[in-house]
């Protein structure tokens, strides 16, 4: 185990996009940094060798966050290395681009276990790491996850991310007597999503950028979001409106 006088975060869904640039710009901001991924095992491990080369402290590891032992073998694996964790970012979530009609039930299953299941696993499974001066966790949702509307499109994906605040806001009535903010970030269209719309059609004529996440993750893990807990904070450019 290394004593850190760092703080620890784990990011899941590490190995590319929105989840590689978060870790990376939380490095700069001097955290340590556990790099989750499930199957982009080639991409993470370049992610940790980038942070190495900066001379930062990151470690790989892998698991299938719906499963339940291996998300507490992750956990454990994390307490054997760390110590501790102070930061959990639950980034991980499978988007498939399926109609309501055709979905299967492996990708019902993909979607509501990359969301809800996984962030209700990891969540009770690292609150054991946080340590008696509190914690942060930040869970990713979606512009459309507090509008009960009709979807054409990945059901399972939009249920869980529809429970992934639900689950947050009832994380957060329950953590804050133990100062662990729960919060969530909820993007319209990235700059890398799937079937990503021409920026004619989108109201801020743009989608949003991995920069814009990056700022709303500082704030909540800022001294100033202190009693910012069971927050959903859209950031959308208007979209879903």
């Known amino acids: 185990m290394k004593k850190l006088s760092a703080p620890v975060v784990l990011i899941t869904g590490a ?4 989840g590689a640039f978060l870790a990376l710009e939380l490095f700069r901001d001097g955290y340590v940094v556990a790099v989750h991924h499930r199957s982009g095992k080639n991409q993470a491990q370049r992610l940790v060798h980038q ?25 454990h694996k994390i307490r054997a290395k760390f110590g501790r964790l102070d930061v959990l970012l639950n980034n991980a979530g499978t988007y498939r681009p399926v109609s309501l009609l055709r979905a299967r039930a492996e990708d019902w299953r993909a979607g509501l ?3 809800a299941t996984s962030t209700f696993l990891t969540i009770r499974a690292a609150l054991p790491l946080f340590p008696k001066t509190g914690g942060r966790i930040i869970n990713l949702g979606d ?11 990945a059901p399972g994906y939009h249920v869980g991310k529809v429970g992934v605040l639900l689950l947050t806001r009832s994380f957060a009535a329950q953590l804050i007597r133990r100062r662990i903010t729960v919060n969530c970030i909820s993007p319209g269209y990235l700059e890398n999503s799937i079937d990503l719309p021409p920026s004619r059609e989108l109201p801020a004529s743009r989608p949003v950028r991995f920069s814009e996440v990056g700022s709303a993750v500082r704030y909540l893990l800022s001294p100033e979001a202190d009693q910012v807990t069971g927050s959903n904070l859209i950031i959308s450019g208007g979209w879903n409106l």
């Open 15 to 18: 190995s590319r996009g929105l």
């Open 51 to 75: 942070i190495r080369r900066e001379d930062g402290i990151a470690e790989l590891f892998s698991a299938d966050l719906a499963n339940p032992n291996q998300v507490d073998s992750l956990f």
């Open 113 to 115: 276990d990359s969301t």
């Open 143 to 153: 512009s459309a996850c507090e509008k009960l509307t009709a979807r054409k499109m």
